[in-house]
């Protein structure tokens, strides 16, 4: 069984931080790119974060650059969204994606809502 479940969401007032994990089964995870997207609603869903299978190269969206952190650890099969100095506009339900060549997992999404 192919999966990705998320977990670690929740609410958070701005300037807090919230640490996303996302642990894979049924797959090779080292093989794939791991990366976290997000989806507000009525809005396009948005790359926010991607790290490399060896977990040495990451790519981040501008609007995140500086706040969020993305990890892997590969022998627990776990991918990490470290988000600090949240935003209400960081508000979001946030997926985590595996994706190796034309190969695409999706988690099924874990709210982020950040609100005072």
């Known amino acids: 069984q192919v999966q990705l479940v998320e977990s670690g969401g929740g609410l958070v007032q701005p300037g807090g931080s919230l640490r996303l994990s996302c642990a894979a089964s049924?797959?090779?995870?080292?093989?794939?790119?791991m990366s976290w997207y997000r989806q507000a609603p009525g809005k396009e869903r948005e790359l926010v974060a991607v790290?490399?299978?060896?977990?040495?190269?990451?790519n981040y969206a501008d609007s995140v650059k500086g706040r969020f952190t993305i990890s892997r650890d590969n022998a627990k099969n776990t991918v990490y969204l470290q988000m600090n100095s949240l935003k209400p506009e960081d508000t979001a339900v946030y997926y985590c994606?595996?994706?190796?060549?034309?190969?695409?997992?999706w988690g099924q999404g874990t709210q982020v809502t950040v609100s005072s």
């Open positions: 049924g797959f090779t995870f080292s093989n794939y790119a």
């Open positions: 994606n595996a994706q190796r060549f034309i190969a695409t997992v």
């Open positions: 790290i490399r299978g060896a977990g040495g190269n990451t």
